[in-house]
């Protein structure tokens, strides 16, 4: 079974200070990964999804995120961050054997954006 | 750009009552799923559906849910008799192909169940 671990429950940051939302998984397969984020009052947004090839993937808004397989991480990073950061953010990994559709969240991270 | 709707945002239900749970995804998407969170929990898989018929569904999906496609354009989740542990955020979610495949699967803002 895959689970996701979200180390970091809640992330305070000041605006233009670098992050990174950490994200480990575990799996008996190769999996996809992804992390989404959600904003107030809206749904989950893709931000980026790591498939296969290169292990650093750019996404949406200046995220990007690197996979590590042998350390079983997808840790997400922008490094300097807006006030319009501000939301919950959630790593997800979904089965690469093609057993599966589902995604497995984690319990999501919520970053702040101080002034 | 297309979204996935949900309908209603906010529902209040007594324990007992049938709920359902309206969602229209992205039009040409021929994958749809349901996933529920409950307060300071994980988003968990409920079901997914195609052509039809149920793909795959989780150990949660018991005989009290129900999924279906009425028309081209509405998918629904119906719980027949709700308990207080259903209370959740319910979201529905579409995809154009299988998410199988690492297809990214869309993701609607949610329906908030509260059940009494």
């Known amino acids: ?115 | 750009e297309p979204e996935v709707t949900q309908t209603p945002s906010h529902q209040v239900t007594q324990m007992g009552q049938e709920v359902i749970l309206r969602c229209v995804p992205i039009s040409n998407h021929l994958y749809f799923y349901w996933y529920r969170q409950i307060l300071g929990q994980k988003v968990e898989f409920l079901v997914s559906f195609y052509n039809n018929e149920i793909s795959e569904k989780s150990e949660i999906f018991d005989d009290q849910f129900s999924v279906e496609r009425p028309d081209g354009s509405n998918f629904t989740l119906k719980i027949r008799s709700t308990k207080l542990e259903d209370s959740a955020m319910y979201f529905c979610a579409s995809s154009l192909t299988s998410g199988r495949a690492g297809e990214t699967q869309y993701f609607g803002p949610g329906t908030r169940l509260l059940v009494l």
């Open chain 1, 1 to 115: 079974a895959q689970s996701v671990t979200q180390l970091d429950s809640q992330v305070p940051v000041f605006e233009e200070a670098p992050v990174e939302l950490r994200c480990n998984y575990s799996s008996s397969v190769s999996v996809y990964l992804f992390w989404y984020v959600q904003y107030p009052n809206q749904g989950l947004q893709l931000l980026l999804k790591y498939l296969s090839g290169s292990t650093l993937v750019k996404g949406i808004n200046g995220f990007e995120a690197e996979f590590n397989k042998s350390q079983t991480s997808f840790h997400l990073r922008k490094p300097s961050v807006h006030i319009s950061d501000t939301a919950e953010y959630f790593c997800a990994v979904s089965d690469n054997g093609g057993g599966s559709e589902k995604l497995v969240f984690g319990k999501g991270t919520k970053l702040t954006v101080n002034p």
